[in-house]
C-alpha cells in the first residue's frame, strides 16, 4: 500500500498541549515537513521562545533549546557561531519577537545572521491569558486593551516584516498565512525556502505566519480563520518583502 | 621557569581566556572593562574565534547561553551596570546547569553611579544574583597574575561542575599593569554528552532547558543543583592566609582591597600589633571554615572593602558572633588608604589598653 501522507519524522510523538483550532500545531508540522525534505534534522538545532510555542522543545526531535523571552535570536547567534555547519532555527511568538525580543530581533537582521525564524503572529499574548500584543489590531478588544486598543495610549500594532525588509542587512522576509489550505501551501513553501537559504549560506530568514488564536480572540476556530481573512491579511499583507538573492540575480 | 610579559589586567583575562580554549566572546562596550574586549577583536578573528558586539549586555550574554547550550567555552565581560543587565541569562544559564565565564570589573554605584574602582556588587555576585535559586563560583584576582590564573580556573570549574563562574575584578585591577607569566596556562576540557550539537540522528534530542512546570520536579531539579554546590563548598574554597598564626587582628579583603589591607598588616606589625590577613580568592565558595578557625584566636575581625559593608555579613556569619568584627570601607570609587585600616586597628588595640 502507498503511503499518501505521514506525520514528519522531526516532529515528535508527543500530543501538542494547543488549544483547539490554534493554528502553531500546523506550522509545527510545516517546520517538521521543511526539516524531513531537506533531510537536515540531525544537524539542526531549534530555539524556543516564552510563549504559547515556549515546550515546542518537546515536539521537535532535532535538539533543542529554550530561551529567555525574547531572546532567541541572541541564543541562535550563539549556536550558529559556535557550529556554524548546523542548521538553526528559532521559533517565536508576536510578544516575544516583536515586543520584549525586538532589539535582538533587529539586530540579528541587520547582522546577517544565517539563521532561520519562524515568526508566529497572531496579533496577542496566548500563554498569558490574552493580553494586547505588538501586533494587536487599533481596538481590538484584549485583557489590557479591554476597551479596545486605542491606538492614542497604546499605539500602532507594528509591521515586522515591512520594517525588517528596509534593512540592508537580511537575506529573506516574507509573510504568509495558515487560514486555509492555498495560503498553508505556500507557508510551507516559504518555510522550506527559509531554511534552504541558510543551508546555501544566504544568511537571515523570517517568515512571518499570520497565525489565530480562538481562545483569546473569543471565536470559534473558524470564525477565527475569517477574522485572520477579514481583519488580520488587511492590515498584514502576504507577500515577500525581501529577497536579497532574487534582486540581486535581476540586477545583474 | 616561563617568561614573563607585562600585561593590564583586563588583558590578562582575555588572553588567559582564549589560552583556555575559549573561543567565543560577546560584549558590549563599557567602562572600565573596555580592553578586554578590544583584545578579544584583535585576536578572535585571527585564531578562528568568534569576537561579537552584541547590541546589549542582554543580548551578550544570550549569546552566551546558546554557545554554552553547544558545550564550547564561552565569556563575556562587563562592568556592574552591564552585569545587572546580564542578570536573567545568568539565570537562565545557572538555570540550564550550563558552564560559562562571567567578568565583571566593577565600577562604583548604584545606578550608573561612576567608573572608579568598587566591590559593590560582592552581593549580587554572591547570593546569585538574578531570580531564583543559584549560585555562581565567585573568583577574586587581586593582581595581574591572578587575573590570568582564575580565568583559567574558572573555564574549568565551570566545566566540572556545570555552573556559571565569574571573575570578579575590580577598576583598579583592570588597569592595572604587572607583569604576568601565561606559559603555564592548559585547558582541562571535559566531555558535554549533554550538549546540543545536533543529533546526528543517532541519538535523542538534547534539551537545554530551565522549565519545570511541575514543581515537585523543579524542587528536585533545585535539590540536585545545591548538592552540586555542596561539593563546590567542600572542595574548590580558596583563600590566601597572610600573617594569621599569631594575630589578635583578623583583616579580612579580597581584590584590590587585600593588597591595601596587606600594607596595612606590614605597618602594624612594625609598629608591633599583631595583625593578619585571611584575602578570600572565593568568595562564592566564603572560606567560613577558615574565619571560623580564626574566631577562636583573634580579639577582632575588620573587614576592609571598597563598599558600605557586604562581605562583613559573611565574615560575621563565620565567626558565628564570638568576637566583633568592624568595617573599614570607602565607596563610589573611592579607595581607602592602608593609613586608615592602620588607624583603626591601633584604636581597638588602644581600646582595649
Given amino acids: 500500500m502507498a503511503v499518501v501522507y505521514e506525520k514528519p519524522h522531526a516532529l515528535s510523538d508527543l500530543e501538542l498541549h494547543y488549544c483547539p483550532g490554534c493554528t502553531h500545531g500546523i506550522i509545527h508540522k510545516l517546520v517538521a515537513q521543511a526539516i524531513d525534505a531537506l533531510g537536515i534534522e540531525g544537524k539542526t538545532i531549534g530555539v524556543a521562545p516564552v510563549g504559547c510555542a515556549v515546550m515546542a522543545y518537546n515536539y521537535f526531535n532535532c535538539d533543542m533549546a ?14 550558529k557561531r559556535s557550529l556554524p555547519d548546523r542548521i538553526v532555527f528559532t521559533y517565536q511568538g508576536d510578544g516575544d519577537l516583536a515586543s520584549i525580543g525586538m532589539a535582538e530581533t533587529v539586530h540579528a537582521a541587520t547582522r546577517n545572521e544565517n539563521i532561520t525564524v519562524i515568526f508566529v503572529n497572531n496579533a496577542i499574548y496566548g500563554m498569558t491569558g490574552g493580553q494586547m500584543a505588538p501586533t494587536s489590531l487599533p481596538g481590538q478588544v484584549t485583557q489590557t486593551s479591554p476597551y479596545g486598543r486605542d491606538v492614542k495610549t497604546a499605539g500602532y500594532p507594528v509591521r515586522v516584516s515591512e520594517m525588517l525588509s528596509t534593512l540592508t542587512g537580511p537575506e529573506y522576509i516574507e509573510r504568509v498565512a495558515v487560514n486555509n489550505v492555498k495560503n498553508i501551501r505556500n507557508a510551507k513553501r516559504a518555510i522550506e525556502k527559509a531554511f534552504r537559504n541558510q543551508m546555501e549560506g544566504k544568511g537571515f530568514s523570517l517568515i512571518e505566519v499570520i497565525s489565530s488564536c480562538p481562545t483569546n480572540w473569543g471565536l470559534s476556530p473558524e470564525e477565527a480563520l475569517k477574522w485572520v481573512d477579514e481583519k488580520m491579511i488587511p492590515y498584514y499583507p502576504l507577500g515577500v518583502y525581501k529577497d536579497r538573492s532574487a534582486s540581486e540575480a535581476k540586477e545583474a | 621557569m616561563s617568561e614573563k610579559v607585562l600585561m593590564k589586567g583586563n588583558e590578562a583575562i582575555a588572553e588567559a581566556a582564549i589560552r583556555s580554549g575559549c573561543r567565543h566572546y560577546f560584549g558590549y562596550p563599557i567602562t572600565p572593562q573596555t580592553e578586554l574586549a578590544a583584545y578579544m577583536a584583535k585576536v578572535m578573528p585571527k585564531i578562528g574565534g568568534t569576537f561579537l558586539q552584541a547590541e546589549s549586555e542582554v543580548a551578550a550574554i544570550n549569546m552566551v547561553y546558546g554557545v554554552a547550550g553547544t558545550g564550547k567555552r564561552v565569556m563575556t565581560s562587563s562592568s556592574s551596570p552591564g552585569v545587572s543587565l546580564k542578570q536573567e541569562g545568568i539565570s537562565y544559564i545557572a538555570g540550564s ?44 584576582p587581586a593582581s595581574v597574575q591572578e587575573m590570568a590564573d582564575l580565568t583559567a580556573l574558572a ?31 592548559e585547558p582541562h576540557p571535559v566531555e558535554k554528552p549533554w550538549a546540543i550539537t545536533g543529533t546526528g540522528m543517532a541519538r535523542k534530542h538534547n534539551i537545554i532547558n530551565s522549565l519545570y512546570l ?59 600589633i599583631k595583625a593578619g590577613l585571611i584575602r578570600p580568592i572565593t568568595v562564592w565558595p566564603f572560606p567560613k571554615e577558615a574565619i571560623a578557625e580564626a574566631a577562636d584566636r583573634v580579639k577582632a575581625f575588620v573587614s576592609v572593602e571598597l563598599s558600605m559593608g557586604q562581605m562583613i555579613e559573611d565574615v560575621k556569619l563565620a565567626e558565628g558572633c564570638r568576637k566583633p568584627v568592624y568595617l573599614c570601607n570607602r565607596t563610589g570609587g573611592m579607595i581607602p588608604e592602608p593609613e586608615q585600616v592602620i588607624a583603626l586597628v591601633k584604636s581597638l588595640e588602644g581600646g582595649e589598653n
Fill in chain 1, 66 to 79: 529554550e530561551a529567555a523571552h525574547g531572546r532567541a535570536p541572541a541564543m541562535a547567534t550563539g549556536i
Fill in chain 2, 97 to 140: 546547569d550550563l558552564p560559562a565565564v562571567i567578568v565583571n570589573v566593577q565600577r562604583g554605584g548604584p545606578g550608573l553611579g561612576g567608573i572608579q574602582p568598587s566591590q559593590s556588587d560582592y552581593f549580587q555576585a554572591t547570593k546569585g544574583g538574578g531570580h531564583g535559586d543559584y549560585h555562581l563560583i565567585v573568583l577574586t
Fill in chain 2, 155 to 185: 573555564f574549568d570549574l565551570a566545566d566540572k561542575y556545570r555552573m556559571p563562574a565569574m571573575i570578579m575584578a575590580d577598576g583598579t585591577i583592570g588597569q592595572m599593569m604587572e607583569p604576568v607569566s601565561l606559559n603555564e596556562i
Fill in chain 2, 214 to 272: 511541575d514543581p515537585a520536579t523543579l524542587e528536585q531539579k533545585n535539590f540536585e543543583r545545591f548538592g552540586r554546590y555542596k561539593e563546590v563548598e567542600a572542595n574548590e574554597v580558596r583563600y590566601e592566609s597572610f600573617m594569621m598564626d599569631d594575630a589578635d587582628y583578623c583583616l579580612v579583603a579580597f581584590g584590590i582591597a587585600a593588597r591595601i589591607a596587606k600594607n596595612a598588616v606590614a605597618a602594624l606589625r612594625e609598629a608591633g
